[in-house]
């Protein structure tokens, strides 16, 4: 049966950060995972994950400078050394939280540069983080990610994370399968996961279009739940979705869908 994480950068937006660990636990998960941690210290988001009896399963590394347009930097030829601190940074607070997964992100090809010069940059960076959050115990997952909500990414197709777990060849990389981006890029779902259930370390899932909860729009959870089972995944799979409004409530409104599986 499949577990879920709540994603708290996402749900329970009705409160602040540090008291969306005990809602989340109020409302039945035993899981969370959040996008960027870095506005609070590390020991407190520590404590109240502690304090609410959750897992902490992953998070994102330092996506560069978001308000210039980067999302992530381990694709960026020449900032090599800014990305080693970077994750630095990202495993002081995997150690503190007890975090299962770093999230690298590939980032935006630059201007005057080709999008195979920074694969490689990719990769290399990849082999090097790989091992060093190993030595951490703490695994490395990298995301295909949509085109729609972020032109140029480096990363969009199942396949290209695939060669890229490939060619890294480092077992403590995998993939973070989310069912949202999948369907708006490439489709064919079911196919996607049975050719790249081996490398799949964690999930995430929303409604497409609109990131909405996975009861609305055009994907079939049910049925994909059903694939996961019978593929065998045993990892977490994060309710990364906007629930609707802002008001008290609204997370625990949107799990309707989850009821079968004790939440909300």
Not at 212 to 238: A, C, Q
Request: aromatic share 10%; glycine share 12%.
């Amino acid at each position: 049966m499949p577990r879920f994480a709540a994603n708290l950068s996402w749900m329970l937006q009705e409160m602040p950060m540090l008291d969306r660990f005990r809602a989340a636990r109020g409302l039945g998960f035993e899981a969370v995972e959040c996008q960027l941690p870095y506005d609070y210290p590390a020991d407190e988001l520590a404590r109240a994950c502690q304090d609410a009896n959750l897992q902490f399963v992953m998070f994102n590394a330092p996506p560069g400078d978001l308000e210039a347009g980067e999302y992530g930097i381990s694709g960026l030829p020449g900032r090599e050394a800014e990305f080693r601190d970077s994750i630095g940074q990202a495993l002081e607070y995997a150690k503190a939280l007890e975090s299962r997964f770093i999230h690298v992100l590939a980032g935006i090809v630059p201007d005057g540069e080709s999008r195979e010069g920074c694969h490689e940059v990719y990769v290399e960076n990849l082999k090097w983080a790989a091992e060093t959050c190993q030595e951490a115990d703490v695994g490395v997952l990298i995301e295909p990610i949509n085109t729609f909500e972020r032109p140029g990414y480096l990363t969009t197709l199942t396949a290209e994370a695939r060669d890229t777990v490939a060619g890294v060849g480092h077992p403590n990389l995998g993939i973070q399968f989310d069912f949202h981006n999948a369907q708006l890029m490439e489709g064919c779902l079911t196919r996607a996961l049975e050719e790249t259930i081996g490398s799949i370390k964690h999930m995430q899932i929303a409604g497409v279009p609109g990131r909405t909860p996975p009861d609305e729009g055009e994907m079939n959870y049910p049925y994909l739940f059903g694939v996961i089972d019978r593929l065998g995944y045993e990892g977490w799979i994060g309710c990364e979705y906007r629930p609707h409004g802002g008001g008290g409530g609204a997370t625990k409104e949107s799990l309707g869908w989850a009821a079968e599986f004790g939440l909300g």
